[in-house]
C-alpha cells in the first residue's frame, strides 16, 4: 500500500508538472519570438531559441509606441476599480448578510438576477447615462461605470456567509458601529477572499478593451489593449514586425505576472480554506 501511494502520488506530480509546462509555454513563446527575426519566427521547422538573440527588439517596441502611458493608464484605471469595488462589494454584502432589513431575499435574487444580464446588454444605457454626465472620454468615465460589479458582491457575500455570526453580535454588544465591524472583524476575517477579487478584478479591467474603446477617443487614455492594437495596426507593425509585437505584447503582461507572484500565497490560502469549509 505503501509503495502504491508513492508511485500514485509521482505520477500526480508529473501530471502537474506537464500541466504547468503546458500552460507557461506560450509565455516562452512570446518572450523568445520577440528575441528572433521575423524570418525565423516564419521559418518551419520552428526553433525554440534564436540563433542571434535580438535583445533590442525589446528597447525598440517600447520606444516606437507610448505603452509607458498605456502601462500607467491600465494601472491607475484597474487599481481605482479595484478599490471602489472592494469598498462597494463589503458594503452591500454586510448589508445582505448581517443586517435586518425588508425583503432582504428578494434584493438578493434581483442581485443575483443582475449577475445573469450580459454586459453588453448594458452598454448602450450607459453610454447614455455617461454621456449626459459629461464623463465620455476621460479617467473618471472609465473607472466610475465599472465601480460596482455583481460578481464581486456575491464573492464577498458567500464569503460572509461562512463568518461567525456571532463575531457580528458580539461587536453589537461592545457598542461598535457597522463600519467598525465590517472593516475591523469581517474584512481581516475573509482577507483571502478580497484578494481573490481584487486579482480576478485587475486582470479584467487591465486587459479590457471594447469598453474603453467605446467610451473614449483620446489616444492619451488607451489602455494596453487598445494601445497594442493600434501598434499591431496603425503603426505599421501589420505582418511586418512581428518580434516588435511579441515583444510589446510580453511587457504588456508583466504587470500582471508581478501581481500574481505577490499574491499567490494568498490564493493558496483562501484555496484552502475553502476546500476545509466544504469537507467541515
Known amino acids: 500500500m505503501y509503495v502504491w501511494n508513492k508511485i500514485s502520488l509521482s505520477v500526480r506530480h508529473l501530471l502537474l508538472a506537464a500541466s504547468a509546462l503546458i500552460m507557461a509555454f506560450p509565455f516562452y513563446w512570446m ?18 531559441w534564436p ?5 533590442g527588439n525589446y528597447i525598440e517596441a517600447w520606444l516606437e509606441a507610448p505603452f509607458s502611458r498605456y502601462l500607467l493608464n491600465s494601472v491607475v484605471v484597474a487599481s481605482c476599480i479595484v478599490l ?9 454584502a454586510y448589508a445582505l448578510t448581517h443586517m435586518k432589513m425588508r425583503l432582504k431575499g428578494a434584493f438578493t435574487g434581483l442581485i443575483l438576477v443582475g449577475y ?14 455617461l454621456s449626459e454626465l459629461g464623463l465620455l472620454d476621460s479617467y473618471g468615465g472609465l473607472i466610475l461605470s465599472n465601480c460596482v460589479s455583481v460578481f464581486a458582491i456575491f464573492l464577498v457575500r458567500q464569503a460572509f456567509l461562512q463568518t461567525s ?7 453589537k454588544m461592545d457598542g461598535a458601529s457597522h463600519m467598525r465591524i465590517l472593516w475591523t472583524i469581517l474584512v481581516p476575517l475573509t482577507r483571502s477572499s478580497f484578494a481573490v477579487m481584487a486579482l480576478i478584478t485587475f486582470i479584467d479591467h487591465y486587459n479590457n478593451y471594447f469598453w474603453p474603446m467605446l467610451i473614449t477617443k483620446n489616444p492619451d487614455l488607451q489602455l494596453v489593449s487598445a494601445g497594442l492594437r493600434s501598434f499591431f495596426v496603425e503603426g505599421g507593425a501589420y505582418g ?7 515583444a510589446a505584447s510580453a511587457f504588456t503582461i508583466a504587470p500582471l505576472l508581478v501581481l500574481f507572484l505577490l499574491t499567490q500565497k494568498t490564493i493558496m490560502n483562501s484555496v484552502n480554506l475553502s476546500a476545509g469549509v466544504s469537507k467541515g
Open 51 to 55: 540563433q542571434d538573440a535580438q535583445w
Open 84 to 92: 471602489l469595488q472592494i469598498m462597494n462589494s463589503a458594503m452591500m
Open 165 to 171: 455570526h456571532e463575531l457580528v453580535e458580539a461587536g
Open 240 to 246: 511586418l514586425k512581428w518580434p516588435l509585437i511579441m
Open 116 to 129: 445573469m444580464i450580459p454586459s453588453t446588454a448594458v452598454y448602450l444605457p450607459s453610454y447614455i447615462v
Open 31 to 48: 518572450a523568445s519570438s520577440a528575441l528572433k527575426t521575423n524570418d525565423e519566427i516564419w521559418q518551419f521547422p520552428p526553433t525554440f
